[in-house]
Every structure is written in structure tokens, then in C-alpha cells.
């Protein structure tokens, strides 16, 4: 019986002051030491260090969301403002668009409606030419003479060729043919007569060119 009692109870020393049955543990040294048990001052002072700790992080985040929100919301104006800005430019520049191209429209019709008035008469001299029984000629220069006054008024002048020194800006050579009594380069022959609109070539002179 004995045996089996040492068997279960763990080793431990005896104190003859004991009562019977009762032993005193040895202490066990554990590796590096015990670990000691704070005291509630220590405990008391963790705990606090640690809600200030928790305090500091809830606070940082949300002070930085509410700067950004702000920074945010500047921003968001500052686009708006933007985006109106452009809204007014793109406005006020479809209307002048619009405007110009009515003003074009207008200068058109208002130069149309000029030189068809300057051309009426010519066209009731070719009726006139029309309903003549003799020889009609004499008319017909008459009225071509009259029609280039009402397009010179205009602004159409004919280009000067026969005879001049050739000049592609507002000549075109249609052919060339020796010459003697030229100098190589001239114009020989008008085979369609060029004109100027207000001093801007709006058709060459068909000429043919000494060689």
C-alpha cells in the first residue's frame, strides 16, 4: 500500500512540524527564471497607458479623414467653379459663332443682292440686242462694255498678258511657240482672258509663251 502511495504522490519533503499526510512542495526552477506577477499599481498604470494609447490611434485617424473631407470638399468647388467657367466659355462662344456666321450670311445676301442690281441693266440691254432686227453688234459692245464697268465696281479688274513678260502667278501657259521678234518668255497670245478680284487672282490668263 505504501509503495503505491509513493508511487502517485510527487516527490516532497517531509517537515516535522507537519501533521501527518500533509508535505511541502519543493520549488521547481524553470528555465530563465519564474515570471513575476505584477503588482495592481503596475496593472493599473498598463491599463491606462493603454486606453491613452487606443485614444491616440481613434483620434489621428479621424482628425486626418476630417482634414481630407475638407480638402475634399475645396476641391470639389474648385471643379465646380471650373466646370461652370467652362460651361459660360462654350456658351458665349457658340453664340459669337453663331452670330459671325449670320453676320457672313448677311454680308453675302447684302453683295449678292449689289452686283445683281448693278447687273440688271446689262441684262436689259441683251434684251433690248435680242429684239433688235439689224445688225446687233454695235449693242453687244455696248453691253459687254457696260457689264465689265458693273463688275469693276466690283472689284474685277482683267489681267494684263499680250505682250507682257509671262508671270505663273497669274498667267498659264497653254502652249509655246518659237518667236523672232520676242524674247523668250513673253506672252505671244490671250487664249482666255484672266482676271483680279480685288487685287487677288481669281483666274489666269490662258496665253501662249515665245520660246
Known amino acids: 500500500m505504501s509503495?503505491?502511495?509513493?508511487?502517485?504522490?510527487?516527490?516532497?519533503?517531509?517537515?516535522p512540524n507537519l501533521?501527518?499526510?500533509e508535505f511541502v512542495e519543493e520549488a521547481v526552477d524553470e528555465p530563465g527564471g519564474s515570471p513575476q506577477d505584477p503588482s495592481s499599481e503596475e496593472m493599473r498604470e498598463a491599463e491606462t497607458e493603454a486606453e491613452a494609447f487606443e485614444e491616440d490611434v481613434?483620434?489621428?485617424?479621424a482628425e486626418e479623414a476630417a482634414e481630407l473631407e475638407r480638402e475634399l470638399e475645396s476641391v470639389r468647388r474648385e471643379r465646380d467653379?471650373?466646370?461652370?467657367?467652362?460651361?459660360?466659355?462654350k456658351a458665349e462662344f457658340?453664340?459669337?459663332r453663331k452670330r459671325q456666321e449670320k453676320e457672313k450670311e448677311r454680308i453675302y445676301q447684302t453683295a449678292s443682292e449689289r452686283l445683281i442690281?448693278?447687273?440688271?441693266p446689262v441684262l436689259d440691254n441683251l434684251d433690248r440686242a435680242l429684239e433688235y432686227e439689224g445688225d446687233v453688234r454695235e449693242?453687244?459692245?455696248?453691253?459687254?462694255?457696260q457689264l465689265a464697268d458693273a463688275m469693276?465696281?466690283?472689284?474685277?479688274l482683267p489681267i494684263a498678258s499680250d505682250g507682257q513678260n509671262f508671270d505663273p502667278n497669274v498667267h498659264e501657259a497653254v502652249m509655246s511657240q518659237p518667236s523672232d521678234d520676242h524674247e523668250e518668255g513673253m506672252v505671244l497670245q490671250t487664249f482666255e482672258r484672266g482676271y483680279l478680284l480685288n487685287g487677288k487672282p481669281i483666274r489666269p490668263a490662258k496665253v501662249v509663251v515665245s520660246q
Do not use: I
Open 58 to 61: 481613434e483620434a489621428f485617424p
Open 117 to 120: 442690281l448693278s447687273l440688271l
Open 81 to 89: 467653379e471650373y466646370l461652370d467657367s467652362l460651361r459660360r466659355l
Open 152 to 156: 469693276s465696281e466690283e472689284g474685277l
Open 94 to 96: 457658340e453664340n459669337s
Open 3 to 15: 509503495d503505491e502511495r509513493n508511487k502517485r504522490e510527487p516527490d516532497r519533503e517531509e517537515d
Open 19 to 21: 501533521e501527518e499526510g
Open 139 to 145: 449693242g453687244v459692245q455696248a453691253t459687254r462694255n
